[in-house]
């Protein structure tokens, strides 16, 4: 098993940046795919970015490439998401989630089994 703690959101305006780290617990962090969702309030989890387990591959959504940043740092047993050009629609709760399996590139939910508590990020216009 693998306990995820998120940190680094906040408040910020549009065209800001934040850096999101998620913190994993145990010695097996580099079994793990990592990814980071979020949900806005009202409505379902979207898929935000994936790395796979050495950090060699990135997967991003549409509505975040060339803007947000996933990587990972397997001997700090972290990953991050830097968030770079905000808009007041990348306000959410952010959660990062972890998996070992091999289809966690395709950003599906019920992919991941374990998640965070995630963290508010909060886009001013």
């Known amino acids: 098993q693998v306990q995820l703690v998120e940190s680094g959101g906040g408040l910020v305006q549009a065209g800001g940046s934040l850096r999101l780290s998620c913190a994993a617990s145990?010695?097996?962090?580099?079994?793990?795919?990592m990814g980071w969702f979020r949900q806005a309030p009202g409505k379902e989890h979207e898929f935000v970015a994936a790395?796979?387990?050495?950090?060699?591959?990135?997967y991003y959504s549409d509505s975040v490439k060339g803007r947000f940043t996933i990587s990972r740092d397997n001997a700090q047993n972290t990953v991050y998401l830097q968030l770079n050009s905000l808009k007041p629609e990348d306000s959410a709760v952010y959660s990062c989630?972890?998996?070992?399996?091999?289809?966690?590139?395709?950003?599906?939910?019920?992919?991941?089994?374990?998640w965070g508590q995630g963290t508010q990020v909060t886009v001013s216009s």
């Open positions: 989630a972890a998996t070992t399996s091999p289809t966690y590139h395709r950003g599906g939910y019920y992919s991941y089994d374990y």
């Open positions: 145990g010695r097996t962090f580099s079994s793990y795919a």
């Open positions: 790395i796979s387990w050495t950090g060699a591959r990135t």
